[in-house]
């Protein structure tokens, strides 16, 4: 009767863990999941040490501590990529293109004020092969010569 009351925990335990992950953001599945697992490691850890296999459970606890403070202390924003998401590089993107003016853009690509969106697309195209990095360019020529033509079209 014990062991089928603990099998019954275990299975509810395991569906509401499994609805709580499918509705929480894949970062903090990440996250919770990455912290579990330390505070499993420091667990196993401080059981080996009781049970005398100190060698092992020792350094066992401290790279649990180590993994529950790289995990959590800091937000690792880099883990599943929440902080750079296209979201951040939109805004980044976008703060960028709001400091370079629509001369500067025009200039930059070469083109009258009147010019179509066509135009602006051919001309864009002829200057990237000038300027890409896979053609000899740099990467940060290339980022000016992309924000001018997404400044120019929006506009």
Same mark, same amino acid.
């Given at each position: 009767?014990?062991?089928?009351?603990?099998?019954?925990?275990?299975?509810?335990?395991?569906?509401?863990?499994?609805?709580?992950?499918?509705?929480?953001?894949?970062?903090?599945?990440?996250?919770?999941?990455?912290?579990?697992?330390?505070?499993? $490691?420091?667990?196993?850890?401080?059981?080996?040490?009781?049970?005398?296999?100190?060698?092992?459970? $020792?350094?066992?606890?401290?790279?649990?501590?180590?993994?529950?403070?790289?995990?959590?202390?800091?937000?690792?924003?880099?883990?599943?990529?929440?902080?750079?998401?296209?979201?951040?590089?939109?805004?980044?993107?976008?703060?960028?293109?709001?400091?370079?003016?629509?001369?500067?853009?025009?200039?930059?690509?070469?083109?009258?004020?009147?010019?179509?969106?066509?135009?602006?697309?051919?001309?864009?195209?002829?200057?990237?092969?000038?300027?890409?990095?896979?053609?000899?360019?740099?990467?940060?020529?290339?980022?000016?010569?992309?924000?001018?033509?997404?400044?120019?079209?929006?506009?």
């Amino acid at each position: 009767m014990n062991i089928l009351f603990g099998v019954l925990i275990a299975l509810g335990a395991m569906v509401l863990l499994a609805w709580l992950f499918a509705r929480a953001k894949p970062s903090s599945v990440v996250k919770i999941g990455r912290s579990v697992a330390a505070v499993f $490691v420091i667990l196993l850890g401080v059981l080996m040490t009781m049970r005398g296999m100190g060698i092992l459970g $020792v350094p066992m606890v401290l790279a649990g501590i180590g993994f529950l403070l790289t995990g959590t202390w800091r937000g690792r924003p880099g883990f599943g990529r929440g902080g750079q998401d296209g979201t951040g590089r939109a805004q980044s993107r976008a703060s960028q293109s709001e400091s370079m003016s629509i001369a500067e853009a025009r200039a930059t690509l070469g083109v009258e004020p009147g010019a179509s969106p066509e135009d602006i697309q051919r001309a864009y195209r002829e200057m990237m092969k000038k300027v890409h990095p896979d053609t000899g360019g740099s990467g940060a020529l290339a980022r000016r010569v992309q924000m001018a033509r997404d400044l120019l079209i929006g506009d």
